[in-house]
């Protein structure tokens, strides 16, 4: 720690700190807009100018900027000495003078860094009476929109996409003395990160261009803390609903997790709460010839627990992106025999081999923070760009740790960010890539090598022999794979921390086991690893704790004795198995009941379909793939039939007289019987404050204070301000009224603190700049690295790929846009999908005579595709690659061997 002295008054301040980081961290207000703390200080803007004195005697001073200045022991500045404010704000006065006067109609209005800043420096009046300096805008593409004559010049945006994303079709532009920040022409912009410039924008000249479609004030915004449900990261967000239409997602930080950023998947992909798709109504078939129609909720009840009582044989099917409580209610009115997971059996076998993994070696599943603290890493057969986005960002960041050091022997602050990228230049650390194709990634990777499954597996299991002679070894090693396993290995065991990621993408046991192999090897050489495995959806490893039999299992049952009823649980079954497997084992039995809040061809089978919640309209806990326990709420109350799972469950039980398995009223009784049903689950409780917490005797208000409109936005119905919808499974209030203060974390429902309307205010939300929430971060971990003895090492090691005369093995090659099954549903992520397309080597290709955009028919399963060809330089030969997410062909087959035929032309 260091004394600082701020205005005459003493602080105690983190030592390593700038003075603008120090004086936020003490709650202190001092304008800026160039430094974020996740990208360091550049010195470009001068806002932060403060009077740095020599000593107590010193008094004149001189000015310096805040973030360039190192919060030294005895540092002596004040924030209010006249001079300094004077000159910050000129600063202001300086950049109006072209900022156009369009605050009203602003989108960035009401939130807006640049309206705060201007008015804690105390500019109100406009002295220029000049021409204003104006750009043409840019179309970026269908989620982020450009107003260039709003800049101010800050160089955030540039500075995150290309140096901190490392994004390239992006840039600043320089004549004379103008500056223009775009692309080198109207396109779409190409990061996966795009959507974070809307946020680091301190003024608005990049705006939620979704949320332009359906624009609302941002005081008219109704808001609640949630979890991300399109991959298995568990990032945190922020969504915002206004007469019940969700309008937008924006971060919410968790230092551990996603911290001030989110991808462009998880910020847009939100759109299938309001689609057109969404099932609003209890629906039962009185034919199974006939489409199923709306029925009352209390007529599809009795139905469904009169099926129950009358059913010896009733089968669940869980999901992995249903929360935990709605799983555990399935399980608890199925009973444990009788739950199946809901996922693919390989993906049930590799889910369950990670988890193992996880609880029983030594080697710890590590937050996102720390995958940006490794100094060396290897990326094991996952794409993780587009598998797991924010993943490959922070592994964007990792690669700096090594050569950071060069920074520190000259004495440079980590802060000083440009002077840190002048002593680095473009060196990075050790980071391997063995995939099967090119990612977005390799830019940053130190070597790559692709390969299909097998050869990556061995790849695997050469640098666990590498570390230790007494993993096994990989026979007929070719001499260039070896040398690439023992720099891998060299430069894992020279890192302080050592990275280790895999998955189960690729559909293969022999990769996570070998991944496993190399941190249980890097721990018996004393230097312990982190093991980061992906996973395929929101809440599978959480599935994976509550246990439970694979889907085969279910579809073999049904063979043998046709089940009277099946319970589906927010599931397109169509994703996990065959279409002939469903078919038949939705055919077998009596009666189908759905819960879903999307139609589905799982939905149009079935004899009762009951509208769950989205996690825009439901309570619920889901487990990122560290282990993470976590809590999302709801945002505005369900309209219609549609209730959380867990309560459709409730419902059941009780209407078919077994309302003693599911005796709860509130969501805090579902996970106070999961935790004592399966104590693993037991830190889940402690996820988030109780429905019972209060501070002052209040919630914690979802609306903020100068929320409008009440009684207005429900006049049609009914002149009189309606009462505010009770949430009895939470301690937020669906009203303005309640506590608008700090709540602890894990209920923050925005940041917003007086004089700070945009994101800018989380300063006052963390103990210090750039760490922990105050409070604590969100969420629980459930699994630790095991003590004692390493696991015995994997044995079975694979033969190396040989390609097949006539055959190629496809893989799924994972995409952004349109490998993920809701956000698919968002307009402008259909947008970017990926159209069909057989990926295939230059020799291949020319091996089966077409070139790139022909077509060949694929036969697999006995079925035949005509596709398009692409050509891959990348593919290794006698390898193909299909999108992931194409729905016309039975996804959980692969990996896979297909003949593949030149399409003769018509």
Known sequence: MATIFVDQKPHQVTDGQNLLSACLALGLNLPYFCWHPAMGSVGACRQCAVKQFRDQHDTRGRLVMACMTAASEGARISIEDPEARAFRASVIEWMMLNHPHDCPVCDEGSECHLQDMTVMTGHTYRRYRGLKRTFLNQDLGPFVNHEMNRCIQCYRCVRFYRDYAGGRDFDAFVLRNLVYFGRGQDGILESEFSGNLVEVCPTGVFDDKT?????????????????????????????????????????????????????????????FVNSDRRIRHSLVRADRNKAAEPAAREAALQQVGAWLRDSSGVIGIGSPRASLEANFALRALVGPDHFYLGMSDNQTRLVTLMLDILQTGPARSPALRDVERADAALVLGEDVSNVAPMLALALRQAVRNQPMQKAQALHIPAWDDAAVREAVQNETGPLFLATPDKTRLDDAATSTFHAGPDDLARLGFAVARALDPHAPPVPDLPEALGALAERIAQALLAAKRPLIIAGPSLGSEAIVQAAANIAWALHGRQRPADLCFTMPECNSLGLALLGGRRLGAAFEAARQAAPRTILILENDLSRRADAASVQAFLDAAKHVIVLDHLATTTTARADVVLPA??????????????????????VFAPQGDIQASWRWLREIACAAGSGDSAPWRNLDQVTAALAK??????????????AGFRIAGQKIAREPQRYSGRTAMSANLDVSEPKPPDDPDSALAFSMEGYQGQPPPALVPRFWSPGWNSIQALNKFQSEIGGPLRGGDPGQRLIEPAPGERPAYFADVPAAFTPREGEWLLLPLYHLFGSEELSLLTPGVAQQAPRPYLALSAHDAAKLRVKAGDLVDLSLLATTHPIPVTIRPAMPDGIAGLPSGWAELPWPSLPAYARLSRLSPA
């Open 677 to 690: 049903s399966l104590p693993i689950f037991e830190p889940v409780q402690q996820a988030a404050p109780p």
């Open 211 to 271: 949320f332009k479609e359906h624009y609302t004030r941002k005081w008219d915004l109704q808001t609640a803390p949630s979890v991300c449900v399109h991959c298995g990261l568990g990032c945190n967000t922020i969504p915002a609903e206004r007469y019940g239409l969700l309008r937008r997602v924006r971060n919410r930080y968790n230092g551990q997790v996603n911290g001030y950023f989110l991808c462009d998947r998880g910020r847009y992909g939100y759109e």
């Open 613 to 634: 919640s989205t996690f825009a309209e439901g309570d619920g806990t889901l487990v990122n793939n560290e282990g993470r326990a976590q809590r999302f709420f709801s």
